[in-house]
């Protein structure tokens, strides 16, 4: 729902600014969207004047204009046909951005002659369609002010999110009877915005318009009122901003009255042309196969569920939802029959849901327009027809009742407080729902009015008090668990599941949610599925995936392929292997790790090493102590070997596999370019013990740590750490971490040896060690290593 702010203040008395009419809309429950102000994108256009024109030497069709813009005489090429001197414009200085192409204006040569920005057009402007000329302003348009300031551009647009329950808010007179509600201003009385002395009907003394309504469930109540001798030509300029300002395009006067009546008021109307209709207007239902031209220029094929309008030969309206192109008015209208219809708004929603059919006047009918408004709608878009069509008015035809029977809710004020956490006086709910149309008894029977359908027990009358109070002064109070309501039932592996699912989000990954069924071809690049559908959606989603690594890597090639330079993607699911299905992690690692920089020259890709540390970090947010994990190759065919592994709990158990993946697979998926990835098999994790006793507070160590490094010599082919881990295991006791900080082959190492330097950290607990300590302990180190094969280097 969008909305000017002047267009609101006609409704409502008030000088607060956008800002705080967005703020207070928000506060009572209508989320905005959006603030636009138009002077924007026009603020460097000013009104300049043209002094001298000359022909351009170069071009015939172009000229060389001299123009005063409110500072130095500037020279501007001009290929406009109007431009001549004397003529008042909008003129873009060089620096301003043409709103209709998004073109940067700059200090140009055109054809071998200097040009300092241009003379705009309407549509260059964004204003309007004419493009065939300049714009051309009346003679005290001042020089060199600017243009958005002089013709009243600065005015925001707000665009509301109205929710399906508010019906009376989809016109901007239900907005700003909201706003007043809420103490931001006045309402002003209707008859006083449409200048009019009261609401009564106008009514002439030509005769009134045959109609009626023959399906009373679809269409209860059917208003109409001719108007003779009308002339439609182009609606007023005010009418014409309005609507332009919120982006609906002016068509003709007659057209605009119903367009603007819907958005001002949130009540569609419909205007036919009386020389195209053959016979009396009814209401009825359509028969099967029965088709309709609508405005839209489609053919719709209609059903015996579906309102319409129609005259002895033809369908002319789908009731409540777009009119027909056959009856519509044109230039040469002259007498006209206006509709002011109420339509059931189910029947609506399913018409309009058959049809596949949306439009302004079904989210208004589906919604629930006010039925105690038809002889006012009726009477205001008569008004507008009259005093900007002339013409003569015929007497109003009433076919059928709206229903309009008054609905009675008991109410206690103490609802307010236990249904929504807020303390109101019954004094201050009494006016707030006066203030919003309610009625009220002194016994609290309330009656809400016409146009709150949506308002039908004592819930909806508390949610009113409330957002009248503010949304953002309902306290934040938890619930009492009451007997009955379950505990958390998170298991220990939905909670692991969880964690893992943040903890790769935290680190820049994004998640993708893929189909659990791939194409054969994809499931053969890894092993082949284990299980395959009988009947299948497409050929596309056959098998059950035996890996997360395909549908990953088809979500990476995606997005390379539109462009993205860096493409880090998760998922957390199941594979399908034979036996049953694996909770798993997977990732994969594509593109750019890091953008080409002054420093480096060129762009760093992700290696095997990249795809390591995500894995450790996801099982530390598993709960896996990872510094004990053996690090084994044969991470599967898909990876490639020499730049894969698996980290392992002993030899069996596989936590994880990772590394940079083989160029077959990754060929198969069409990736280029170095591609890495990981899968972590969430339930091969073990689960710790559930145990209700709290672990002490964590006491930092009362005694400094002692470092003592450590080289050996080790066969070339050793992984580094299985050394570590052997280190480690000497000693459990004192010895707290492990840390390779040198690895070395070359000048003065033995041939097929490497040198592996290790960092062994100590942590006293009781007293301090002496000097037979420390050589126990490095004895200890000294042999466990040994035992793998190293060699203390002297």
């Not at 060199?144 to 989809?170: E, K």
């Not at 109540?221 to 309005?242: E, L, S």
């Not at 990754?666 to 170095?674: E, H, I, R, W």
């Not at 559930?690 to 009362?702: G, L, Q």
Request: charge should be negative; hydrophobic fraction near 40%.
């Amino acid at each position: 729902m969008k909305f000017s702010l002047s267009w609101l203040k006609e409704h409502l008395e008030t000088d607060t600014d956008v800002h705080g009419v967005a703020d207070m809309l928000n506060r009572i429950g209508h989320e905005v969207e959006s603030i636009d102000n138009p002077a924007d994108k026009l603020a460097d256009f000013r009104i300049a004047r043209v002094l001298t024109t000359a022909p351009h030497p170069q071009a015939d069709k172009l000229q060389v204009l001299s123009i005063d813009a409110g500072g130095e005489p500037m020279q501007v090429v001009c290929g406009a046909p109007n431009a001549r001197a004397g003529l008042l414009g909008v003129f873009g200085p060089a620096g301003a951005v043409v709103p209709a192409n998004g073109m940067v204006l700059k200090v140009a040569a055109i054809r071998g002659v200097e040009s300092n920005g241009m003379m705009c057009s309407i549509a260059e402007l964004e204003l309007g369609d004419d493009h065939d000329g300049i714009i051309e302003l009346p003679e005290n348009a001042p020089v060199g002010q600017v243009y958005a300031q002089w013709a009243g551009l600065d005015d925001p647009v707000i665009d509301v999110s109205i929710t399906p329950n508010r019906q009376d808010c989809m016109g901007v007179r239900g907005i700003a009877r909201d706003l007043a509600a809420a103490g931001l201003g006045k309402l002003r009385p209707l008859h006083e915005v449409y200048r009019m002395d009261s609401l009564v009907p106008i009514s002439g003394d030509d005769p009134a318009p045959e109609i009626a309504t023959l399906d009373p469930e679809g269409c209860p109540a059917f208003y109409a009122q001719a108007v003779a001798g009308v002339t439609n030509g182009p609606a007023p300029q005010w009418m014409r901003d309005k609507l332009h300002a919120i982006g609906q395009k002016p068509i003709s006067v007659l057209v605009d009255i119903t367009n603007f009546i819907s958005i001002d008021l949130g009540r569609p109307l419909h205007v036919y042309d009386r020389a195209k209709l053959n016979g009396p207007l009814v209401a009825r239902k359509a028969t099967d196969g029965e088709e309709v031209l609508a405005l839209n220029g489609k053919t719709y094929t209609l059903d015996s569920s579906m309102t319409v309008i129609a005259d002895d030969t033809m369908v002319h309206d789908i009731g409540g939802v777009m009119g027909g192109e056959h009856s519509g008015v044109s230039e040469s209208t002259t007498d006209v029959l206006i509709e002011c219809a109420y339509f059931t708004p189910e029947h609506i929603a399913r018409t309009g849901q058959k049809l596949t059919l949306t439009s302004d006047a079904r989210q208004r009918f589906e919604r629930g327009v006010d039925p105690a408004f038809l002889d006012d709608g009726l009477a205001i878009a008569t008004k507008l027809v009259l005093d900007h069509c002339g013409g003569k008015p015929s007497a109003i035809t009433r076919a059928g009742t709206p229903p309009v029977a008054p609905r009675n809710i008991s109410y206690d004020p103490g609802h307010c407080l236990r249904l929504g956490g807020i303390d109101v006086s019954g004094d201050e709910q009494r006016n707030i729902l006066e203030r919003l149309g309610f009625s009220l008894t002194p016994d609290w029977q309330v009656t809400p009015p016409s146009w709150r359908r949506d308002v039908e027990g004592a819930a909806d009358i508390v949610e009113e008090v409330v957002r009248m109070v503010g949304l953002d002064n309902v306290p934040s109070t938890p619930l009492p668990r009451a007997e009955g309501v379950a505990k958390p039932t998170a298991t220990a592996m939905q909670k692991i599941e969880r964690k893992v699912r943040r903890t790769a989000a935290a680190r820049g990954l994004n998640e993708a949610i893929n189909w659990s069924f791939l194409p054969e071809k994809e499931a053969n690049a890894f092993g082949g599925g284990h299980w395959s559908l009988a009947n299948p959606i497409s050929e596309d989603m056959k098998v059950m995936r035996p890996s997360l690594l395909p549908g990953l890597f088809s979500a990476a090639q995606r997005n390379m392929n539109r462009g993205a330079s860096s493409v880090r993607l998760f998922e957390i699911g199941r594979r399908y292997l034979a036996e049953t299905e694996h909770l798993t992690a997977a990732f994969v690692l594509a593109g750019e790790k890091a953008q080409r920089n002054w420093a480096s020259g060129k762009a760093t890709r992700f290696d095997a090493f990249d795809a390591k540390g995500e894995v450790l970090a996801l099982l530390a947010a598993a709960g896996v102590a990872t510094e004990g994990l053996m690090l084994m190759g044969e991470a599967g065919e898909h990876y490639h070997p020499g730049q894969s592994a698996t980290l392992r709990i002993g030899l069996k158990n596989v936590l994880a596999a990772f590394g940079a993946v083989h160029p077959v697979t990754a060929k198969a998926f069409d990736m280029d370019g170095p591609v890495v990835a990981a899968e972590i098999f969430l339930d091969a994790i073990p689960l710790k013990k559930s145990s209700s006793i709290m672990r002490s507070a964590f006491t930092p160590p009362a005694l400094q740590a002692v470092t003592r490094d450590f080289a050996f010599l080790v066969p070339e082919d050793m992984p580094s750490g299985d050394l570590g881990r052997s280190i480690r295991a000497a000693d459990k006791q004192n010895i707290v971490d492990v840390r390779l900080f040198d690895q070395f082959s070359g000048q003065g190492v033995p041939e097929g040896q490497k040198s592996l330097a290790f960092e062994v950290t100590l942590q006293p607990v009781e007293k301090s060690y002496s000097d037979e300590d420390l050589k126990a302990i490095s004895d200890r180190i000294i042999t466990a290593a040994s035992k793998q094969g190293a060699q203390l280097r002297g």
